[in-house]
């Protein structure tokens, strides 16, 4: 009888112990951003804004308080590790987001020029979307390019450019992938907007 009491004792101390291993590994960010978050660690700055880019290669944060920027990268591919680089809010100029070499907004110290922001209506069918007055269709665009370019007051780097279309093939605009990576992007603008007008 008390073999028993012992064996399922051990039984429920193994199950916790079980339960405990895979809480904490379901509730840990896959590697990738794991190594990502940790080249903002080494900063040792509380960062009041996080931004990741969906595929997880860059992230960029706002210090508030401290006024400082810092744009951390991480690439699985390659093997060196991830790292970080802190700006200040003073030396940012502007930055502008560029989809297939055109610039679709703008913003800068100097004079803020902006563009007016791209209107995006409901979804439709594509064959709503791509309709000539002549009947033929037209082929949807690919998207090769979404970046974020991100202007410095700066001899060692002048522009950070932050690519936010995850991936290698091109997209689509009624791709969800595409619709993510633009609002990520927009995002971030929005945010160096405010500190740019300031």
Not at 25 to 37: E, N, V
Not at 80 to 103: C, H, P, R, V
Not at 148 to 160: A, C, G, M, N, Q
Not at 164 to 193: C, M, N, T
């Amino acid at each position: 009888m008390l073999i028993l009491v012992y064996l399922f004792a051990a039984l429920g101390v193994a199950l916790l112990l079980a339960a405990v291993v895979l809480r904490f590994r379901l509730s840990c960010p896959p590697s990738g951003l794991k190594q990502l978050s940790c080249t903002l660690a080494a900063l040792d700055v509380a960062f009041s804004k996080q931004f990741i880019t969906p595929d997880n290669s860059h992230i960029i944060a706002l210090d508030d308080t401290g006024k400082q920027l810092a744009i951390g990268m991480y690439h699985p591919d390659k093997e060196q590790q991830g790292a970080a680089k802190l700006y200040t809010f003073d030396s940012i100029l502007g930055a502008e987001i560029i989809e297939n070499a055109l610039t679709l907004s703008k913003v800068g110290k100097t004079s803020l020029i902006t563009s007016s922001p791209v209107k995006r209506g409901p979804v439709r069918l594509r064959e709503e979307l791509w309709d000539r007055p002549d009947g033929s269709r037209e082929a949807e665009e690919e998207i090769n390019e979404l970046t974020l370019k991100i202007y410095l007051s700066s001899t060692d780097t002048p522009v950070l450019a932050i690519p936010f279309l995850p991936g290698r093939q091109p997209a689509k605009k009624s791709d969800e992938d595409y619709s993510r990576a633009y609002l990520a992007a927009r995002q971030v603008h929005e945010a160096i907007r405010g500190i740019v007008s300031a």
